[in-house]
């Protein structure tokens, strides 16, 4: 199952299901250290992966955009 982070508090990790597009808590002990928002990330049986090529493929996107925004 393939989640985005959307937001870190205290020891609780907020996640969108990328399926469901519904937010999801889960503890922060079950994410690697370097873990921070907009990361993608999926489940693999009770931890979590980053997927770091679809977190730079997204945060590319995302990069992309803002310039298309900023040239008006």
């Known amino acids: 199952m393939k ?8 020891n609780i990790v907020i996640c969108e299901n990328q399926e469901t597009k519904k937010m999801e808590e889960f503890e922060k002990t079950s994410f690697p250290k370097e ?3 907009g990361d993608s990330v999926i489940l693999q049986g009770n931890r979590f992966e ?4 679809d977190t730079e493929k997204r945060k590319k996107e995302i990069d992309d955009l803002m310039k298309k925004l900023m040239k008006g």
């Open 3 to 10: 989640y985005i982070v959307d937001r870190i508090e205290k």
């Open 35 to 37: 873990i921070k928002e």
């Open 50 to 53: 980053i997927d770091k090529k």
